[in-house]
């Protein structure tokens, strides 16, 4: 017998030199393998047949054994299916492949459906490489008890019920346990009309399926509504007005800002999230509920000026936020929060009710998790750690960024015991980005959460291919990483933004007033556009077969045209005067023009493929507004 042990590596069990050829096919690398001496000598056929029995059990809770050779023609083999809540950890498992048995046995029924994501692995390697069954015993289990997703369905996409279901298989295939819909303005609210109208939000009778289609694959879709800041969509109907803390301009650390947080010594403003609660909860199966209370930038600058000066700038945030999860409590929920504002009061941590759960959101490379993650922990509170995916603001990603930042979530969160891994895709200004750029990172995310190894990243493009895009040339995934990182050509300091979104969205303002538009130049604006170009030529050689597989050529190439137009406009402003896009030679501009405006058009053709016509216009006026621009 040949055993295999995993090594700690900053105190995480990882592989350690596992040279089996079957190592690759792990999307979520096991804790414990033995590899065994004797192999099950399955054909691929034989594989096959397999795959396919046990995609049926995957999809039931099964327990209890059943003889399978006949079923797969087979000469003996026998699959059982057992549970064992004592001997192993929570969500874990133990696969053991025999010359003769698979058995498979899970703490729970969540840990019995892990195992067989795992078995589903080795049998792929099976059948792709026209290879035995490998003979192994695993003993694994999830670093995070929570591992999730976070989707931003108010800043204008909002998805397709086709879509979400999509993702939610391939969530569940990567061990993901929580998905949370970002919702602002996005829920039919019966009597806020007047909100979501133009919105295309999901209905309840739509949260009750996706809930039902979730729990069936041991996902909890935990509800989700900003309940603080970020209620732009709100009030910025006058209906809603009373309820602002700045009906008018307040100079904050965003600079000039007005209608986007609630006001929170103003009783109607609970009341009103009170309503919104008991409508939007029961909804939901899950224990959990996302109340927001995010980057509240305008608090204590409007109407709640006097009482910040009586009680303290933390004492009125943490006061409301208490107010709310009483009010969650009494609905049966548990609260969770984001963990930035309080952090700017770190020594009001303690006072936060135990039963809340912070999400402390952090999206560069270099943030501090390290730091502040203890601030919670000491404190005695559950806490997540938050990274993103790095795709907003960038049209194609901004892929080095996104795994510096899900590895260091990984380790930091381990060391101090997060409770989940949230893994966030937000979609400021205008939702540019497209489901297909955003696999990467998501994916990635989910084999960090569940354990952190860095082979991982080595073997990400092989996953993305052969599990997501399904790509034997290999060449969509290696395509789409590499747009991806071809923001790093244009070499300027990093940021939240890459330089092609930065010229869409600053088209009117200098470009040497910010700190990384200033550092752009024609040589890096034009390695970027090559590496653009070479991968755009490598993902015509790609040949996907997943049910998107059309859709992710159409949107990929999409997102990197909308790219290439941004570097073409950053090399026009920099030859202008002033480095501005008025002064571009009006031959520029009316060659600018001819090409945005049929990328504009096909915009609107792209987004509707997997999301819903709400946000549409809004997202696409964005981009009029620098056609207009041009042309004026």
């Known amino acids: 017998m040949k055993s295999i042990f995993l090594s700690l590596l900053l105190s995480f069990t990882i592989f350690n030199g596992f040279s089996q050829d079957f190592s690759k096919y792990f999307i979520n690398p096991p804790q414990e393998i033995t590899v065994l001496d004797s192999c099950v000598s399955l054909t691929s056929t034989n594989a096959s047949q397999l795959e396919k029995l046990l995609t049926i059990t995957t ?173 732009e969509n709100w009030l910025k109907h006058d209906e809603y007005l009373d309820l602002a803390e700045c009906p008018e301009d307040c100079e904050t650390v965003w600079g000039k800002r007005k209608r986007t947080s609630l006001n929170p010594t103003d009783p109607a403003s609970f009341e009103l999230m009170k309503s919104l609660y008991e409508e939007l909860l029961p909804n939901f199966s899950s224990k959990y509920f996302n109340i927001g209370g995010d980057e509240t930038v305008e608090l204590c600058l409007g109407k709640s000026k006097e009482e910040c000066e009586k009680l303290g700038k933390g004492h009125v945030y943490l006061n409301y936020l208490t107010k709310l999860n009483e009010e969650v409590n009494k609905q049966g929920k548990l609260a969770q929060f984001w963990g930035d504002i309080i952090l700017n009061h770190p020594e009001l941590i303690s006072e936060i009710p135990k039963n809340m759960t912070a999400v402390v959101w952090g999206y560069d490379a270099t943030y501090p998790f390290d730091e502040n993650l203890p601030k919670f922990k000491n404190a005695g509170l559950e806490f997540y750690v938050c990274p993103g995916t790095s795709t907003w603001r960038s049209e194609i990603g901004r892929n080095t960024n996104a795994f510096e930042n899900l590895k260091n979530a990984a380790i930091e969160g381990q060391k101090n015991n997060a409770k989940g891994f949230l893994n966030t895709n937000w979609g400021d200004f205008g939702h540019f980005q497209p489901l297909s750029v955003t696999y990467a990172p998501l994916l990635l995310g989910a084999s960090y959460s569940w354990n952190y ?117 950053g090399e026009a402003r920099l030859k202008a005067k002033g480095y501005a896009t008025e002064n571009i030679p009006e031959v520029e501009k009316e060659k600018l023009a001819e090409e945005l405006a049929p990328i504009i058009e096909n915009q609107k053709k792209t987004w509707l493929l997997r999301n819903r016509e709400g946000g549409l216009e809004d997202s696409t006026d964005k981009l009029k507004e620098l056609l207009e621009y041009y042309k004026n």
């Open 59 to 231: 999809n039931m809770d099964f327990i209890g054994s059943m003889d399978i050779a006949e079923k797969i023609g087979f000469s003996k083999l026998h699959l059982n299916f057992s549970i064992d809540s004592l001997q192993l950890k929570p969500q874990g498992y133990r696969l053991k492949i025999t010359t003769d048995t698979l058995q498979v046995t899970g703490q729970n029924l969540a840990g019995l459906f892990y195992a067989k994501q795992t078995l589903s692995q080795l049998l792929s390697y099976a059948i792709s490489e026209g290879k035995s069954l490998p003979c192994v015993e695993i003993t694994d289990w999830p670093n995070f008890e929570r591992r999730g997703v976070m989707l931003d369905v108010s800043r204008d996409k909002v998805p397709t019920m086709e879509t979400l279901y999509q993702l939610i298989d391939k969530l569940a295939e990567w061990k993901q346990n929580e998905l949370q819909l970002y919702i602002e303005h996005t829920f039919a609210y019966k009597n806020h009309e007047e909100v979501w109208k133009n919105a295309s939000p999901f209905t309840a009778e739509e949260i009750k399926l996706l809930d039902a289609y979730c729990r069936e694959r041991h996902i909890d879709l935990v509800p989700n509504q900003n309940s603080f800041g970020h209620m």
């Open 453 to 569: 190894s860095e082979k991982s990243v080595d073997n990400l493009a092989f996953h993305l291919n052969h599990y997501v895009f399904k790509d034997e040339t290999a060449n969509t995934g290696k395509a789409i990483l590499m747009l991806g990182d071809a923001y790093l050509k244009a070499d300027i300091p990093a940021g939240n933004a890459n330089a092609f979104h930065l010229m869409l969205r600053r088209f009117k303002w200098t470009m040497k007033g910010h700190y990384q538009t200033k550092h752009l130049t024609i040589k890096g604006l034009e390695a970027a556009e090559k590496e653009i170009n070479n991968a755009l030529a490598i993902l015509d050689k790609g040949k996907p077969t997943s049910e998107d597989a059309a859709i992710v050529i159409a949107e990929t190439k999409q997102a990197a045209k909308l790219a290439l137009h941004g570097a073409h406009l």
